[in-house]
């Protein structure tokens, strides 16, 4: 059976879709956030075996900074500060059917993978049964390059010196310094649905910030009749000191996959290392 979705021509007999991306910065790729003296870890494991309806959902939001986390939406990074922010967000419904559901939720905010979770799902729909499940994870690193301080700098034809200013994304200071370092700024967010009568269905996710090197890991593996949805937008920008934007990358990518015999397969991998 052949089915046609905007312009994409999708055989549901058979399917699989894979994609990685590994990206190595330029000249200075975002280091990783050094953790708190005091760190926190979080385990909780669900299991959930059900002839009936089930209902599960998830959230997470957690942030980071080498600095003064408060102070970040009024004054922004201050020179060399690192910010780190990962988000996490899934919802579950079977109706009608039989569920069996397995999950390994952990959070540990000192040491990389601060983010590790790993589900299995099994559902076969009863009467005008069916099962929805979506996944959303979002990882933001920012850090703030080192400029030049006002004493250095004097504006040509004025003896005024310039105010300090510095914006980490997009790269602005007010002059050059050779002892400058660069910023970069890097967001990188991957989503996944799955709305289907008969599935069995497999998703990893891993996300290191505070350990070098900065990385994501995302994997779905869903075999069934119904739909799937996977996608993954990313940005990322480095600087080479002072002023200067060394690099700057987008990239955006959306797969779907439905019929009566699906299999989808749809792995994302990013890795931010700092260059010799």
């Not at 079977?94 to 569920?99: F, M, N, R, V």
């Not at 004025?158 to 790269?171: I, R």
């Not at 649905?193 to 900065?214: L, R, S, W």
């Not at 994997?219 to 937008?233: D, F, P, W």
Request: negative net charge; charged residues 20%; contains cysteine.
């Amino acid at each position: 059976m052949k089915k046609t979705i905007g312009l994409i021509s999708i055989v549901a007999i058979a399917m699989a879709l894979t994609l990685t991306i590994a990206f190595s910065g330029v000249a200075l790729a975002s280091p990783a956030v050094p953790s708190t003296s005091e760190t926190e870890k979080l385990e909780i494991i669900t299991t959930i075996t059900c002839n009936g309806d089930v209902v599960e959902s998830q959230s997470l939001n957690w942030e980071i900074d080498s600095g003064n986390l408060l102070d970040n939406s009024a004054k922004g990074l201050a020179p060399k500060e690192k910010y780190g922010k990962i988000g996490y967000n899934e919802k579950m419904i079977g109706s009608s059917g039989t569920i069996e559901f397995d999950k390994c939720f952990d959070v540990d905010t000192g040491t990389a993978p601060n983010l590790d979770v790993h589900k299995q799902i099994g559902y076969t729909a009863g009467f005008l049964g069916s099962l929805s499940h979506e996944e959303q994870l979002g990882m933001k690193i920012i850090a703030a390059g080192k400029g030049s301080s006002k004493k250095s700098c004097t504006q040509k034809g004025s003896t005024n010196h310039s105010e300090w200013k510095q914006d980490v994304c997009p790269f602005k200071y007010p002059c050059k310094d050779k002892d400058a370092v660069p910023g970069s700024c890097e967001e990188v967010n991957i989503y996944s649905k799955i709305v289907m009568t008969d599935v069995q269905a497999e998703t990893d996710t891993e996300v290191g910030i505070t350990d070098a090197p900065v990385n994501l890991h995302y994997k779905i593996n869903a075999v069934g009749t119904g739909l799937v949805i996977a996608g993954v937008s990313a940005y990322v920008a480095d600087g080479r000191g002072a002023d200067s934007l060394g690099s700057r990358m987008t990239y955006k990518e959306k797969s779907i996959g439905y019929g009566e015999n699906v299999e989808f397969t749809k792995d994302i991998g990013y890795k931010s290392v700092i260059s010799p």
